[in-house]
T-cell receptor, first 115, second 110 residues
Framework: DGGITQSPKYLFRKEGQNVTLSCEQNLNHDAMYWYRQDPGQGLRLIYYSQIVNDFQKGDIAEGYSVSREKKESFPLTVTSAQKNPTAFYLC??????????????FGPGTRLTVL | GIQVEQSPPDLILQEGANSTLRCNFSDSVNNLQWFHQNPWGQLINLFY???GTKQNGRLSATTVATERYSLLYISSSQTTDSGVYFCAVVKTGGYNKLIFGAGTRLAVHP
């Protein structure tokens, strides 16, 4: 089946550790996105990538890093510099790169908890 | 930046009732999507509707872009409709950067 997969589903991290969240899509989509959701709130954009080997900061990029070495993969690293990393992280993708008129499809998410 | 406001923030319904959810946005958009987030966190696409009216079963949506609002109608609600409904927009010229509202939390009781 075509879709977006994220792993792990749940992740626990000790303070001071970096962790990497996986996002893979087999939809052959050009653009991919990472969002963060805090309890009772909407989603906020962390990073996005319109094409392989290129990515741009979103609204809350501080403390996060990404890479886009392959079209189907867009991993997110939550670094120790992120002050409050406990949240629900969602990955998304769109077919078109930048017109703004494409439907975004979301993965099932990763719940990160810092102990 | 563009502001997205959803109302009401919370809604409780008896099974079988109808409801209307509203999304107001502060600037012109070329993309508006409605999502349903289920209890497990999965975001499910309901509508891509930057303008006009669409229907899908018991759900329908209308966007009046010139007046900067969108409405989501749920008819004959079922307990499986429970969850959070989000409206998200892309400002005209804003690439694919979706800006989300805070959501409407819907609880449908049997």
């Amino acid at each position: 089946d075509g879709g977006i997969t994220q792993s792990p589903k749940y992740l626990f991290r000790k303070e001071g550790q970096n962790v990497t969240l996986s996002c893979e899509q087999n939809l052959n989509h050009d653009a991919m996105y990472w969002y963060r959701q805090d309890p009772g709130q909407g989603l906020r954009l962390i990073y996005y990538s319109q094409i392989v080997n290129d990515f741009q900061k979103g609204d809350i990029a501080e403390g996060y890093s990404v890479s886009r070495e392959k079209k189907e993969s867009f991993p997110l690293t939550v670094t120790s510099a992120q002050k409050n990393p406990t949240a629900f992280y969602l990955c998304a993708s769109t077919d078109g790169p930048s017109t703004g008129t494409d439907t975004q499809y979301f993965g099932p998410g990763t719940r990160l908890t810092v102990l | 930046g563009i502001q997205v406001e959803q109302s009401p923030p919370d809604l409780i319904l008896q099974e079988g009732a109808n409801s209307t959810l509203r999304c107001n946005f502060s600037d012109s958009v070329n993309n508006l999507q409605w999502f349903h987030q289920n209890p497990w966190g999965q975001l499910i696409n309901l509508f891509y509707i930057p303008s006009g009216t669409k229907q899908n079963g018991r759900l329908s949506a209308t966007t009046v872009a010139t007046e900067r609002y969108s409405l989501l109608y749920i008819s004959s609600s079922q307990t499986t409709d429970s969850g959070v409904y989000f409206c998200a927009v892309v400002k005209t010229g804003g690439y694919n950067k979706l800006i989300f509202g805070a959501g409407t939390r819907l609880a449908v009781h049997p």
